[in-house]
T-cell receptor, first 114, second 113 residues
Framework: GDSVTQMEGPVTLSEEAFLTINCTYT??????LFWYVQYPGEGLQLLLK?????DKGSNKGFEATYRKETTSFHLEKGSVQVSDSAVYFC?????????????FGKGTKLSVKP | NAGVTQTPKFRVLKTGQSMTLLCAQD?????MYWYRQDPGMGLRLIHY???????AKGEVPDGYNVSRLKKQNFLLGLESAAPSQTSVYFC????????????FGDGTRLSIL
């Protein structure tokens, strides 16, 4: 079945450091790919998405490119801030399904130190 | 600007008790979902609904029931709570289509003693 694998955390960085969180997927169809962010005590919020190969999603300085050849959707940010501390989830939604169900990775906790 | 609202936010139950979690959305979304979040497990889908009056099982449906009598509401029921159901429960909703993002509530933290 479809699955998402993302790098395990926690990840601890200093402010203004470069961030990469790896995400790879397995899918039989043509999935849409998402990154969600969860701040402490809150629900998940959509960070960015990409719906077809070579699409780049971007938001709030974060970027991820849908790479079909490597089945990857790595999250990057050039300069992290303390306010970026959160848990980040990679997810896919199989285009072949009609329900839009999401399959999530296990999450990567990011801590940014001043 | 409510979005997805979950009630209650916290609850403690004893084993064998029953309860219902309520999810309400004001975005006129067709699809609604219930997930549970456990440490190190990410989010797992319990049940979902693609429209008023319809429900379907997700990845981990055992021990839960759901109902969608009105388009804006999606109820999750625990008939006989078990300690294994201690978790944080999230409701989400979305437009039709697998490329549509889901909008999440803030969660219900449920402890079963």
């Amino acid at each position: 079945g479809d699955s998402v694998t993302q790098m395990e955390g926690p990840v601890t960085l200093s402010e203004e450091a470069f961030l990469t969180i790896n995400c790879t997927y397995t899918a039989t169809g043509y999935p849409s790919l998402f990154w969600y962010v969860q701040y402490p005590g809150e629900g998940l919020q959509l960070l960015l998405k990409a719906t077809k190969a070579d699409d780049k999603g971007s938001n709030k300085g974060f970027e991820a490119t849908y790479r079909k050849e490597t089945t990857s959707f790595h999250l990057e940010k050039g300069s992290v801030q303390v306010s970026d501390s959160a848990v980040y989830f990679c997810a896919l939604s199989d285009y072949g399904g009609s329900q839009g169900n999401l399959i999530f990775g296990k999450g990567t906790k990011l801590s940014v130190k001043p | 600007n409510a979005g997805v609202t979950q009630t209650p936010k916290f609850r403690v139950l004893k084993t064998g008790q029953s309860m219902t979690l309520l999810c309400a959305q004001d975005m006129n979304h067709e699809y609604m979902y219930w997930y549970r979040q456990d440490p190190g497990m990410g989010l797992r889908l319990i049940h979902y609904s693609v429209g008023e009056g319809t429900t379907a099982k997700g990845e981990v449906p055992d021990g839960y029931n759901v109902s969608r009598l009105k388009k804006q509401n999606f109820l999750l029921g625990l008939e006989s709570a078990a300690p294994s159901q201690t978790s944080v429960y999230f409701c989400a909703s979305s437009w039709v289509g697998s490329n549509q993002p889901q909008h999440f509530g803030d969660g219900t933290r449920l402890s079963i003693l």
